[in-house]
């Protein structure tokens, strides 16, 4: 953009959370400070090149607002889910979207004039809980999303390890109950399967054959003493010490930050949870668990964090 008023103005980076149904967005300041934010519909159910042309329009529009405000576009930041290319800058597949090998962060940097970089939506959100929220100040953190699906950020001194194909921390297809429910992917007994929000939701539903129930609705009811949402909230909360365990036998990490919905729970979650990791664990050092400080702006700052570091 060669209109952009260069060295002048407070710079901000222009970052994008994309979820499967709904996108947030932000002009961050570098030191984490949200100026502005919007939020839009992915509508995923256009197809993955309208949910290309709804972001890098979305961007644009984010450019021009920090200019016309009288701040300087510094970098674009993009979290996107499922299997990410951060070094090639490509999402490569997305089960939600669909996604299949889209160069996203070479077509935002060429839209807008602007250094961009583009991340895994729960690697960037484990970006900021460890350098600004609930990880802060910690070598060793496992970030943990438990909400329609499970999945892991692995962060080692301040970033994110991507394994050598972009899918480290799949920690949601951890097999905990061979034979159990199926999982998305089609393999029965993943750790998505009993422990996510939605699992929750489908198994009390399945048990009680009732009306859909979601996973809060099944803690408030397990709170209230009822026993079959209690025995229903016990086995996910088993399941998921299973795979921290695991996770911690592989990782060996100070801190677990647990963020996505079923974090909200708050105690009703994480007292059950203490207990059963701590059954779990036998030479390991126990990992601190808390519950991730940043809600769901978490991916946002990780994607402004991310791009600034792109910039070094
Ligand atoms: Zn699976």
């Known amino acids: 953009m060669t209109d952009a008023p260069a060295g002048r103005g407070e710079p901000v980076v222009v970052a994008l959370d994309v979820g499967g149904t709904g996108m947030k967005c932000a002009l961050v300041r570098p030191d984490g400070e949200v100026v502005h934010a919007e939020r839009h519909p992915t509508g995923a159910e256009r197809g993955p090149a309208a949910v290309v042309d709804t972001i890098l329009d979305v961007a644009e529009g984010l450019a021009g607002k920090a200019r016309s405000d009288g701040l300087t576009p510094i ?160 086995e996910a909360v088993d399941a998921l010490a299973d795979g921290l365990a695991t996770a911690q036998a592989l990782f060996d990490v100070e801190t677990m930050v647990i963020g996505g919905g079923l974090a909200r729970a708050g105690a009703q979650l994480f007292d059950p949870l203490r207990a059963a990791l701590r059954e779990r664990i036998t030479f390991h050092r126990e990992p601190r668990l808390v519950a991730a400080a940043l809600g769901d702006e978490a991916g946002c700052l990780g994607a402004a964090l991310f791009a600034l570091d792109s910039l070094e």
């Open 75 to 234: 970098a674009c930041g993009i979290g996107v889910p499922g299997l990410v290319d951060d070094a090639a800058g490509v999402a490569v597949w997305s089960s939600n979207i669909g996604f299949r090998h889209v160069p996203l962060r070479d077509l935002a940097a060429a839209r807008l004039g602007l250094p961009t970089a583009l991340g895994h939506d729960v690697r960037v959100g484990g970006l900021a809980e460890t350098r600004l929220g609930a990880g802060r100040d910690v070598g060793h953190v496992l970030f943990v999303a438990v909400g329609t699906g499970i999945a892991a950020a692995h962060v080692v001194g301040g970033s994110a390890t991507t394994g050598a194909h972009g899918a480290a921390g799949e920690l949601g297809h951890i097999l905990v109950r061979p034979g159990g429910p199926r999982c998305g992917c089609g393999r029965p007994g993943c750790l998505e399967a009993v422990s996510s929000a939605s699992a929750i939701g489908r198994r009390y539903t399945e048990l009680a054959r009732g009306a859909l129930v979601t996973a809060a609705e099944v803690a408030g009811r397990a709170a209230a003493g009822e026993e079959l949402a209690g025995r229903v909230w016990q």
